[in-house]
C-alpha cells in the first residue's frame, strides 16, 4: 500500500473542498480507510473511515452532516468531501489504511499512511 492525498487548499469559511488518496500500488481494496487531520499543536485526529467494501462508514462528531467519505474501487481510491468548512477544519489532512477491512476510528489500527494535504479555511 502506497497512499497519496491531494485536493487540498486554501478557502473561506462556507466552501467545499473534495481531498482523494489513491493507492499507487492498487492494493489497498481489502483495506479500511481512514482521514485523520492534524492542526497546528495538536494531535492528529480521526475524521472519517470507511470498510473495505464501503458498507460501513465512521465520522468524527465535529464533522458529521459535513463531511461524505467514499470509495471507488475502480479507480483505487477514497475521496473526502467536505462541505461548510470552518477555521477549525484547517489542518493537514491524512489518509490512511489499516490491514484490517473495517472502519476503524483509532489511530493506533492505521498502518499505512500516506503524506498529508493541507486544508487552511479563513473566516
Known amino acids: 500500500v502506497q497512499l497519496q492525498a491531494s485536493g487540498g487548499g486554501s478557502v473561506q469559511a462556507g466552501d467545499s473542498l473534495r481531498l482523494s488518496c489513491v493507492d499507487s500500488?492498487?492494493?489497498?481494496?481489502?483495506?479500511?480507510v481512514g482521514w485523520f487531520r492534524q492542526a497546528p499543536g495538536k494531535e492528529r485526529e480521526f475524521v472519517a473511515g470507511i470498510s473495505w467494501k464501503g458498507g460501513s462508514i465512521s465520522y468524527s462528531d465535529s464533522v458529521k452532516g459535513r463531511f461524505t467519505i467514499s470509495r471507488d474501487s475502480a479507480k483505487n481510491a477514497v475521496y473526502l468531501q467536505m462541505n461548510s468548512l470552518t477555521p477549525e477544519d484547517t489542518g493537514v489532512y491524512y489518509c490512511a489504511a489499516s490491514r484490517s477491512p473495517f472502519a476503524a476510528t483509532t489511530r493506533t489500527l492505521y498502518n499505512y499512511w500516506g503524506r498529508g494535504t493541507e486544508v487552511t479555511v479563513s473566516s
Open positions: 500500488r492498487r492494493t489497498f481494496s481489502n483495506n479500511g
